[in-house]
């Protein structure tokens, strides 16, 4: 059994910044991308960043260097969210791309962990 948690979310000023983490764990046989998307309400989710098991990142358009996508280890993905805007308030989704010791790849999604940025 698989699971990804989450932590972090906040409720901060415009301005300030957040550490988003997620931590994979159970029986994992592997790790390759990682990555974390949003979803504001009414809105579709979209994409934010993406980590691959070598260290390579991918950025949306809209982070403008103000985020950075790491990892303390195979199954940790830490979002740095910094210099926070209004437009950034939504749930944060950390997504993993897995095998387990029993399956093939696949995508596991967290649950979510709420970022609001309002003055």
């Known amino acids: 059994q698989v699971q990804l948690v989450e932590s972090g979310g906040d409720l901060v000023q415009p301005g300030g910044s957040l550490r988003l983490s997620c931590a994979a764990s159970g029986s994992i046989l592997s790790v390759s991308d990682m990555g974390w998307y949003r979803q504001a309400p009414g809105k579709q989710r979209e994409f934010v960043a993406r980590i691959s098991a070598g260290g390579r990142t991918n950025y949306a358009d809209f982070v403008k260097s103000r985020f950075t996508i790491s990892r303390d280890n195979i199954k940790n993905a830490v979002l740095q969210m910094n210099n926070l805007t209004p437009e950034d308030t939504a749930v944060y989704y950390c997504?993993?791309?897995?095998?387990?010791?029993?399956?093939?790849?696949?995508?596991?999604w967290g649950q979510g962990t709420q970022v609001t940025v309002s003055s």
């Open positions: 997504n993993a791309n897995l095998r387990t010791t029993i399956g093939p790849a696949r995508t596991y």
